[in-house]
């Protein structure tokens, strides 16, 4: 049962980095509404709310600083999320 | 409670961490389940949708997302300034996270309160006349939304909790695990809002 | 393993007495040992009144038409049966009775990681099975929806819904709290020593369970909250009228309860390899393969779900992928039942109740198991979907599977939980008249299923009759064996002869501390040195 001190600080200055990058992609997802991409729209607006999260479980959430288990773990979980939501649209998809 | 000594290396902190990731998980997984209803109505009703989206504010939903975003980065400072011992920055980083939070609560308040003032909500006659898809849409945004609004209620509760424990010194630059714990919910209220965001406001 | 045994100046845990005197020490405590007993005796309660409910569904089955009760009645006493069997009795079960009793103590820890989380697991479990259970007597009649609560009669009946809805909404949290607290405690307090592959098996197998626990149980708490919405505000999200899919419902409900069985059945099989390398005599044959196979199982488990639905109007894809995982889904279990049976091989066996118990679940859960394998495949799910056949099925492979191994554990650990031996010879009467009475009742329905006698039915045509009487006749023997067994435990939980620490020979932790523990199960965190099952 060790006390483990967390020995790494993470600097103000990355957040604001952070930050200022999460701004970003999210005034663009705004803008990018605004051009029809068609069947594209919904994926794209995703993989920046992807892209954004990645960013918040990394450096916000400290997973990159973090004992690599904890990283398996909440990849796990996606992934079983995303499989399951996959098997769903088995049904949807070909009725 | 028992009174046998519980004893005191029992402290551990990366335990309860896993403990809290683990807690997060399931609320993962709580909003997987309406988002794979999101996923299937969405994909069953593109147009109505589409077209019940309009009726969302995008600014306000836009600004609800930085509220938050900003809101993130405060509440994850205060760990790095408790950590330099710094306890007036903690608590002045985690007062405006609460207050970030209190302004997007006003926001959604307002948000609501017009829909509904125009007749817009689960089981209204208006909502009746309405194509399927847009009473699915609108079922979709206020139990999605009330179920997130709830956890934002729950984490400034737990954040407000922490505020006063380091106020009382008991989270302290040696011992700031609950920091970090609160901090981590809030980054999956944070998350969630990350997703329903794109999903309600931006699919005009 | 450490061989020291635990010292006997200490008192047990059955008398510690701390802040809290009487019945306070006893709801009030952290001890995982007490909290493990609370759940066992509300367990034993809620167990008797679903028994009782299921006895009096089979005497309304002995003969065609009304028997003692009317439909609307026979419908509400399926639905309280299911809920409390289901919900109260088997998910939580074994983990909580023996996950939180041993797990600890099988690792070599004073504890699990978050004790009064514990404790107020067990607090929201009586909270939930009393909003679940007050549905019967408050409002417009007891719910009559079958434990499923599938829309859109969920939401259409005018029984009274809510209270059982938010009730097993309410255990789920209980369900979560303790799958949160077991990962933890395996991840943080195995004692020195104790790798992950010097685990032994009932632990592995908790750990498995509880990462379903926390996984799978927050999609049908989300998905009930869906139903409350819908009784109460009409959100749609079911509603055909209103643009929703009922098969959307069945999706999300079983996509949880499919992994709840995996819940049920893994800590079942974690029970298995315990007692059978104990009276074997003889180390387990393919510890790994039992490990893997045990999460290959809580992993796989996920994906199987559309196999309750295959004539729900699922596409064609979505039928034929459920079908093959459910296939394989079936090969990490037959992998374990080998591995058991082949660590009998050439064993010198002690045969004593655990041990017999053991050997009745190899049969009725290859019973269940094969009859699962059957209405894994499509086409013969179209016959025998929501036939007799299914409730044949389930009550071989959960009570059969679930059931036995907690009686089995029951009686392998109970000199150590109580410090008392039970009557070896009433234990074994009992065995054998409820195995006899289980079988009598279960596998003609295996028959009516085949032959088209309908689930959920109070009446039947003529031509069901016989082996309906021949059915009801074994629930009533399978009952008696019941009381035989409870009040054999029960007498020698207080008057039985006092146990020794190691009663069976066995060579896991719990064997090495004193019969009944004292609260704090080690004076000293031993040092694991060997494997477990080392009995070469």
Not at chain 2, 92 to 114: C, D, H, P, Q, R
Not at chain 3, 36 to 52: K, N
Not at chain 3, 150 to 173: C, D, E, H, K, W
């Amino acid at each position: 049962m060790e006390k483990e001190q967390r020995p790494h600080i993470v600097r103000y200055q990355t957040y604001v980095y952070v930050l200022i990058a999460l701004l970003l992609m999210t005034f663009t997802s705004v803008a990018v509404t605004h051009i029809n991409l068609g069947p594209y729209t919904v994926s794209t607006a995703l993989i920046l709310a992807a892209i954004k999260s990645t960013l918040v479980l990394l450096i916000f959430m400290h997973l990159k600083f973090d004992k690599k288990f904890y990283g398996y773990m909440v990849a796990s979980v996606f992934l079983l999320f995303f499989c399951v939501i996959t098997i769903t649209f088995l049904d949807y998809l070909y009725r | 409670m028992n009174n046998h000594v519980h004893i005191d290396e029992h402290r551990d902190d990366e335990g309860a961490k896993t403990g809290m990731w683990i807690f997060i998980f399931t609320e993962i997984l709580l909003f997987g389940g309406l988002f794979i209803v999101y996923s299937v109505y969405r994909y069953l009703n593109p147009l109505a949708f589409h077209l019940a989206a309009h009726e969302l504010s995008t600014f306000i939903g836009t600004l609800n997302t930085v509220i938050l975003l900003v809101s993130s980065m405060t509440i994850a400072m205060s760990i790095t300034a408790i950590q330099y011992k710094n306890k007036k920055l903690t608590l002045i980083l985690m007062g405006i996270t609460l207050l970030l939070a209190f302004i997007f609560l006003v926001n959604k308040y307002f948000e609501w309160s017009g829909k509904i003032s125009h007749g817009i909500y689960p089981g209204s006659e208006i909502l009746q006349e309405a194509s399927r898809g847009e009473i699915l849409f609108f079922g979709l945004y206020y139990a999605m939304t009330g179920l997130h609004a709830l956890h934002i209620i729950i984490g400034m509760a737990f954040i407000g909790y922490v505020m006063r424990m380091v106020a009382k010194n008991e989270v302290r630059h040696d011992n700031f695990i609950l920091l970090e714990n609160s901090g981590l919910y809030w980054h999956l209220v944070d998350l969630i809002w990350i997703f329903l965001f794109p999903l309600f406001y931006l699919i005009t | 393993m450490s061989d020291t045994v635990q010292q006997h100046n200490q008192k047990s845990y059955l008398e510690y007495q701390g802040r809290f005197k009487g019945l306070f020490a006893w709801i009030f405590s952290t001890d995982h040992k007490r909290i493990g007993l609370l759940y066992l005796y509300s367990m034993l309660v809620l167990f008797s009144v679903a028994a009782i409910i299921g006895l009096l569904m089979k005497i309304e089955l002995i003969a065609p038409g009304k028997t003692i009760m009317d439909a609307q009645t026979y419908n509400s006493f399926f639905t309280l049966h299911g809920i409390t069997m289901i919900f109260l009795i088997v998910v939580p079960g074994l983990p909580a009775v023996f996950g939180n009793f041993f797990l600890p103590i099988m690792i070599g820890a004073k504890d699990v990681a978050f004790p009064k989380l514990n404790l107020l697991s067990w607090w929201i479990y009586i909270l939930g099975a009393l909003i679940a259970l007050s549905a019967q007597f408050l409002g417009d009649g007891p719910p009559d929806t079958g434990w499923t609560f599938y829309a859109p009669y969920s939401f259409r009946t005018g029984t009274n819904m809510l209270p059982a809805v938010t009730g097993a909404f309410i255990l789920g949290f209980s369900s979560i709290a303790t799958g949160l607290n077991f990962i933890v405690t395996i991840h943080r307090m195995r004692a020195p020593g104790m790798s992950w592959m010097k685990m032994p098996l009932f632990p592995w197998a908790l750990y498995g369970t509880a990462w379903i626990q926390v996984l799978a149980t927050p999609i049908v708490g989300v998905t009930l909250l869906m139903i409350v919405l819908e009784r109460t505000m009409q959100i749609g999200f079911f509603d055909p009228a209103l643009g929703g899919d009922p098969i959307l419902y069945q999706h999300l409900f079983w996509i949880y309860s499919h992994p709840a069985v995996y819940i049920m059945i893994l800590p079942a099989m974690g029970v298995i390899s315990e007692i059978i390398p104990t009276f074997a005599r003889k180390t387990i044959f393919g510890y790994k393969a039992i490990v893997v196979s045990t999460l290959a199982i809580a992993f796989v488990g996920y994906f199987v779900w559309g196999h309750h639905m295959f004539t729900s109007g699922m596409s064609g894809t979505a039928l034929y992928t459920f079908s093959i995982l459910t296939f394989f889904v079936a090969i990490p279990s037959a992998i374990k039942i080998f591995n058991w049976v082949a660590t009998l091989h050439k064993a010198s066996i002690d045969i004593q109740t655990p041990f017999l118990w053991a050997l009745c679940f190899l049969f009725v859960f290859m019973i269940g198991g094969l009859s699962g394998m059957v209405l894994g495949a499509l086409s013969a799910n179209v016959h025998l979907h929501d036939t007799a056949f299914v409730v044949a099925h389930f009550h071989f492979i959960v009570f059969g599977g679930t059931g036995f191994a907690f009686f089995g554990a029951l009686h392998y650990w109970f000199p150590k939980m109580f410090g008392r031996m039970y009557d070896k010879g009433w234990a074994n009467i009992g065995l054998a008249v409820f195995f006899t009475g289980f079988n009598t009742l279960y596998l003609p329905m295996f028959y009516l299923g085949m032959i088209g006698m309908p689930r959920r039915y109070y009446d039947y045509v003529e031509e069901f009759h016989g082996p309906n009487i021949v059915s009801s006749f074994g629930a009533m023997l399978m009952i008696a064996g019941l009381i035989i067994i409870i009040t054999n435990l029960v007498r020698s939980a207080r008057k039985g002869e006092k146990a020794v620490a190691d009663p069976w020979l066995g060579k896991t932790l719990e064997w090495t501390i004193s019969s009944p523990p004292s609260l704090e199960n080690f004076e000293e965190i031993p040092l694991v040195t060997k494997a477990p099952y080392n009995y070469e």
